[in-house]
């Protein structure tokens, strides 16, 4: 069983987040340290700890999170300038809570990123 986070927490209420979508597959609420005007977290409501631990039976869920990202983005304003979905994966890629999340970041210029 994966290890408990504070993404669990906050999907169970135990603590307080400024949660704008929740339905039985995910949970999506306001980063506690925007980088930008929207920044939201979107992650399934099943421990997955990183992406690395993805399955066949999770692709659901994580279809899910891109229609669920795809709807809050309409709905802060940002789906017609542009946003960013970002998933980091371990360590090295930045991750820092081991249960899988998607930030969406927008609501101003992002400028470019180049892959290395």
Not at 18 to 36: E, K, N, S
Not at 52 to 71: M, Y
């Amino acid at each position: 069983m994966p290890q408990e986070t504070i993404f669990s927490k906050i999907i169970r209420k135990e603590i307080p987040a400024d949660i704008v979508y929740q339905d039985d597959l995910v949970t999506a609420f306001r980063d506690i340290a925007p980088q930008a005007p929207t920044h939201i977290l979107i992650i399934p409501n099943k421990i997955i700890p990183t992406v690395n631990d993805v399955t066949p039976a999770d692709e659901q869920v994580l279809g899910h999170l891109f229609t669920v990202a795809a709807k809050l983005a309409q709905e802060a304003g940002t789906a017609e300038d542009g946003y960013r979905l970002i998933v980091n994966c371990n360590k090295h890629g930045g991750q820092e809570v081991f249960h899988l999340h998607m930030h969406l970041v927008g609501g101003e210029p992002l400028g470019k990123m180049l892959a290395k």
